[in-house]
């Protein structure tokens, strides 16, 4: 009989340049950011609307639930937004008023106390540095090269007098001096006009605008076009209430303390730090800057610029580390990367109105990221999911010869799962994905033994674990919930003992774990042999070189009732598989022999020959299981019937 050959490695393809399409896709982006920032006067007033609208929608549907029409609702929602906008504009400009009595007061305290602290500190700079240059000068015994003193009529040369140069700006006219003082209040009034009227036509026509983009974008595919659109206005309408709701928190918060510690103005400086916080990072830190100067200008020390410090140090912590977490849930959706690069790139874009809209527009481009396939980069690069796939992480780690991180990714995912599920849905496929690679030819020797031996080190790390579903918990990490979000599935059920095994079953080597011919099949192996164990199953493994032609007939075949072969990765039923079992079965006449086909090929419909075919490791230790208990029954009948 003649034994096959292990498969040639394919020769690795080189890089492709990039194609027409990538050319095609660069120049739409530039394209893109072209006419974003072109047409940023037209586009920002648009967007102020469709945050307006998204912050309006939930009072909106509120008074209609309160059997109000629609019509009145969206005008009563702009009302009672507009109302807000001007009490606030209000007490703002009442605080500021009061405030400007007491400026020079104010910028008279600040004066003595910027020289008292320069006279402390840098005022004493310059005698030092007199101090230091005598003492150089009496080390060195003077200068070394006098300077010359030029006297006589070359000294009393002088330049010529510059000639005086009046600039006159002619009287303006009317019409100009009407333009100069209308032209900065009419271009907010217009900006915001427009935001307001579009913002209602928005809200009334709502369903009308979401059947229009369904139309455009995926009238063919009408459920992932209303998933990605339901996706989106739920996460940005909680995202904008939320904020709205926190920040009005944190600036009360804030001017409750500063009313304590004494600053005038709390109610404008407390307004004032709920409207920048909804710049992201730098908001906070310039609601702080007017309150801790005034603070120095008011204290007859710094004592108040200290608490006006540890209150913003307290609260914004307070408020970004815990309240927010637990509002939001684990995040918006977007990385702490993705929010800084963002802010960055709408700020260069579209100034400080795209610094308050890049978290909203980003979080969009997200959500887009994740039901549009071709734009699923900008969910890799902009969202908090992970980048890899569980997967795809351990079979990174495998190849870097990093089983500890491995081992963390795996104690995180055992919170909530059985080892076997661990095994089935991350090590197995990871270890595919390895044993494809080597096939292709991307996947050298020494690296292929630097994946083996990873993968038995954190097997081995696993050994302590045991094979059952944890207690659920009523609070999981949501490190690990997003971890799995992408690829694992819910835990299968436990697997169950129905009669006790014998002790010739629970003996070691019971079950023969023989590898495969594949370049990993003895890792699979001893993952095998370790659940076997777990479920009183003794076992020992047998790699595919012991069970050759040539050295089968050596093979130690004592005290085994049961053989399981384990293949990580089997296209079709090829010949070496079928000569395989034809060996073990002439070498164990009798004993049940349990077949591991992690992927069988799609064009294999026959099964081999074997008794049981498993698709995954829990089959194979059900089925292995099953064998026992059932040759543990036959044994007690056979026992009784004697007896």
Known sequence: MIEIDPPARAQVVPAEVPGLAALLSLAVGVVSVAALYLARDVLVPIMLAILLSFILSPVVELLQRLRLPRVPSVVLAVVIALSVAGVLATVMGTQVASLATDAPRYAVTIRHKVREAQSSTIGQLPAMIGALGRQFDRASGGLANPVRVVTGPRALRTAPPPLPVEVRTPPLSPIALMRAVLAPVIGPLETTGIVV?????????????????????????????????????????????????????????????????????????????????????IGPVLAAIPPLILAAAVGPDWAMSFWVIGLFLVVEPIMGYVVEPMVYGHSTGLSPVAVIVSAIFWTWLWGPIGLILSTPLTLCLVVLGRHVKRLEFLDVMLGDRPALTPVESFYQRMLAGDPDEALDQAEALLRDRSLSSYYDEVVVKGLQMAAADCLRGVLDDARLDRVRRAARALIADLAGHDDSNPPPARGTAPNVRTLAEKALPATAAPIAAVHPLTAAWQANGAILCVAGRGPLDEVGSSILAQLLDKHDLGSRTATYAEVSRDRIAELDVSGVLAVAVTYLDLDGNPAHLRTLLRRLHDQLPGVPVTVGLWRRGENEQESPDADQVAGNLREMVIHCRDIAEAGGAADRDLMAAFA
């Open 197 to 281: 009227i579009v913002a209602i036509f928005i809200l009334l026509q709502r369903e009308d605008l979401r059947d229009r983009l369904i139309r455009i974008f995926g009238a063919t595919d009408l459920h992932r076009t209303t998933t990605a659109m339901d996706d989106a206005a739920s996460r940005l309408s909680r995202y904008f209430l939320t904020q709205v709701a926190i920040n009005a928190l944190f600036g009360t918060i804030i001017g409750s303390g500063l009313y304590f510690i004494g600053v005038p103005s709390p109610a404008l400086w407390g307004v004032l730090a709920g409207l920048l916080r909804f710049l992201p990072y």
